[in-house]
């Protein structure tokens, strides 16, 4: 992966975590060196400021249900849980991968938590109205086209409320700063590969309109947050 990159439209390829015959101990270990990456990149805040707006909106509940897909170990929960204390708020939060790596993984990191919930399932299999409200942290990049379309209904059919996504705004400084960055810390191929990749595969406005667009969702907002992120809030309509 290049330090020099052509951002001017989102990157296709797939990253190494998109291959599911892959895995294992280097996956698991990637898990955790992406969470080192999400604290020095303040990767909770987008999340927390989408997931207030929304209970704002829905009128301050005092109980709330969240849905976190892609979670990987989930790390981005833990403010959330912070911030539902502060708020004096009755929260359950499950977390929903795909993968077995990232459920053991958000097992044994949230083990002392009896909030938290883990699902190995596809967003795709579940039911209506499962959760108040569905995040997606550094989840939908991984998808495009009406791909992309497709798998944010599939949130929106699985909220009762809205969604809240979370992810990476595509530019040289975050592509630049994640690329040495992961090199600073891991040795893994997987972050090495995937972390600026993931930059390569993010948003602009411009695309987040697109997504409004061809949702059709005229509710539908975007905030731009550090460290170069979007806080996107759907409310389901």
Same mark, same amino acid.
């Given at each position: 992966?290049?330090?020099?990159?052509?951002?001017?439209?989102?990157?296709?390829?797939?990253?190494?975590?998109?291959?599911f015959?892959?895995?294992?101990?280097?996956?698991?270990?990637?898990?955790?060196?992406?969470?080192?990456l999400?604290?020095?990149?303040?990767?909770?805040?987008?999340?927390?400021?989408?997931?207030?707006? &929304?209970?704002?909106?829905?009128?301050?509940p005092?109980?709330?249900t969240?849905?976190?897909?892609?979670?990987?170990?989930?790390?981005? #929960?833990?403010?959330l849980l912070?911030?539902?204390?502060?708020?004096?708020?009755?929260?359950?939060?499950? &977390?929903?991968?795909?993968?077995?790596?990232?459920?053991?993984?958000?097992?044994?990191?949230?083990?002392? =938590?009896?909030?938290?919930?883990v699902?190995?399932?596809?967003?795709k299999?579940l039911? =209506?109205?499962?959760?108040?409200?569905?995040?997606?942290?550094?989840?939908?990049?991984?998808?495009?086209?009406?791909? &992309?379309?497709?798998?944010?209904?599939?949130? &929106?059919?699985s909220?009762?409320?809205?969604?809240?996504? #979370?992810?990476?705004?595509?530019?040289?400084?975050?592509?630049?700063?994640?690329?040495?960055?992961?090199r600073?810390?891991?040795? #893994?191929?997987y972050?090495r590969?995937?972390?600026?990749?993931?930059?390569?595969?993010?948003?602009?406005?411009?695309?987040?309109?697109?997504?409004?667009?061809?949702?059709?969702?005229?509710?539908?907002?975007?905030?731009?947050?550090?460290?170069?992120?979007?806080a996107?809030?759907?409310?389901?309509?």
């Amino acid at each position: 992966m290049s330090i020099f990159r052509n951002l001017s439209t989102r990157a296709k390829e797939d990253e190494l975590m998109d291959d599911f015959s892959l895995g294992g101990e280097e996956l698991s270990e990637a898990l955790k060196h992406l969470r080192r990456l999400n604290k020095i990149f303040g990767a909770p805040g987008p999340t927390c400021y989408g997931v207030e707006k &929304l209970w704002t909106e829905i009128g301050r509940p005092s109980e709330l249900t969240l849905l976190d897909v892609g979670a990987g170990s989930g790390d981005v #929960n833990r403010k959330l849980l912070t911030w539902a204390d502060s708020k004096g708020i009755e929260m359950k939060i499950i &977390l929903v991968d795909l993968t077995e790596e990232a459920c053991e993984e958000a097992r044994s990191y949230f083990r002392d =938590e009896k909030r938290v919930n883990v699902v190995r399932a596809d967003v795709k299999s579940l039911p =209506e109205g499962y959760a108040d409200i569905v995040t997606g942290s550094q989840f939908v990049h991984h998808f495009e086209g009406q791909e &992309l379309v497709e798998i944010v209904s599939h949130m &929106l059919r699985s909220s009762k409320y809205g969604v809240v996504i #979370n992810d990476i705004h595509r530019h040289p400084v975050p592509y630049t700063a994640v690329w040495l960055t992961t090199r600073m810390i891991s040795r #893994n191929r997987y972050i090495r590969h995937d972390g600026p990749l993931s930059v390569a595969k993010g948003f602009t406005h411009e695309d987040w309109n697109d997504l409004k667009s061809k949702l059709n969702h005229k509710t539908m907002t975007y905030s731009w947050k550090p460290l170069f992120r979007y806080a996107v809030v759907i409310p389901r309509e």
